[in-house]
């Protein structure tokens, strides 16, 4: 038997995909629908708690700066601090 003969008979042999097989297609697009909107969901609820946390973060880093040039006092930076974080 040579190796032309056994593709072919692999080839007649192997499964069809209209084969007696249960029809199970509309699973992968279900599947990929799925993983998108999966995907878009966590970047949105992503998004939202990044831009609920960014006007904090804004005022801290100000506030940070300020205390660091000498402007504000330790105190002062704590007490203004604790209040941003309040807010939230």
Known sequence: MSVT???S???I???RWDGDRTDFWPIFPILWFLFIAG???AAVLYHRR???IGPRRAGEARL???YAAGE???EEYR???DVLRESQ
């Open 64 to 66: 940070a700066e300020r």
């Open 39 to 41: 995907i878009i969901v």
């Open 5 to 7: 003969d056994s593709i």
């Open 9 to 11: 008979t692999l080839a």
């Open 72 to 74: 504000i006092g330790e």
């Open 13 to 15: 042999t192997a499964d």
């Open 79 to 81: 007490t203004r601090r």
């Open 50 to 52: 990044n831009r609920d």
